[in-house]
């Protein structure tokens, strides 16, 4: 199984600032990664694809990237936070059956 | 417009059977690619693939429940419907059905309200 793993699993930060969540393969995904947002008692929505394809419609203060060389580093970085964006927020390959999550973060108000 | 709806039992008993059905519009099995998921979570915790089936009938299985589940589909009623066997307190979980959409790197673009089940005697 590819494993995913999201740092940090918690995080405070204030409206306004910037913030980025980073996830790890632990083999090569060739971009096939997802992320996530989820709020309490919600079902988790699509926000990028394709690490690093915006979902339609969503807000263009969310975005994602793949970093280094190897294919296995990612980020979701989102710019001027907003009250509506403290919820948790899940990365997921699916490059290869099974399909795997990370951990998740929990981006939380300071 | 895709939705998805997930329905079953609130409370199983262990050792008992699971089965939960996903009823869905705005899509069709006949699209090449397309697929349909099930997603759980157990409370406070993260997100856990479970089962995937295909327009061609193809399924695949997290191979730690793969002895547990079977995923079937009803092209007719737009319904996919999961069966989890050998329920266990563990497997107290809110299960997610949601559309798996080949044209976003595979990604699970729509997902349903989610149905909590839970597992005690």
């Known amino acids: 199984d590819i494993q995913m793993t999201q740092s940090p699993s918690s995080l405070s930060a204030s409206v306004g600032d910037r913030v980025t969540i980073t996830c790890r393969s632990s083999q090569r995904i060739n971009s096939y990664l997802s992320w996530y947002q989820q709020k309490p008692g919600k079902a988790p929505k699509l926000l990028i694809f394709g690490a690093s394809t915006l979902q339609s419609g969503d807000p263009s203060r969310f975005s994602g990237s793949a970093t280094g060389t190897d294919g296995t580093d990612f980020t979701l970085t989102i710019n001027n936070l907003q009250p509506e964006d403290f919820a948790s927020y899940y990365c997921q390959q699916s490059y290869d059956i099974p399909y795997t999550f990370g951990q998740g973060t929990k981006l939380e108000i300071k | 417009q895709i939705t998805l709806n997930e329905s079953g039992p609130t409370l199983v008993k262990p050792t008992q059977t699971l089965t939960l059905t996903c009823t869905f519009s705005?899509?069709?099995?006949?699209?090449?690619?397309?697929?349909v998921g099930w997603i759980r979570q157990p409370p406070g915790k993260a997100l856990e693939w479970l089962a995937l089936?295909?327009?061609?009938?193809?399924?695949r299985y997290s191979p730690s429940l793969k002895s547990r589940l079977t995923i079937t589909k009803d092209t007719s009623r737009n319904q996919v419907v999961l069966t989890m066997t050998h329920m266990d307190p563990v497997d107290t979980a809110t299960y997610y059905c949601?559309?798996?959409?080949?044209?976003?790197?595979?990604?699970?673009?729509?997902w349903g309200q989610g149905t909590k089940v839970t597992v005690s005697s």
């Open positions: 949601a559309h798996r959409d080949f044209t976003l790197f595979d990604s699970f673009d729509m």
């Open positions: 705005g899509f069709s099995f006949s699209t090449s690619g397309m697929g």
């Open positions: 089936i295909f327009w061609n009938d193809d399924v």
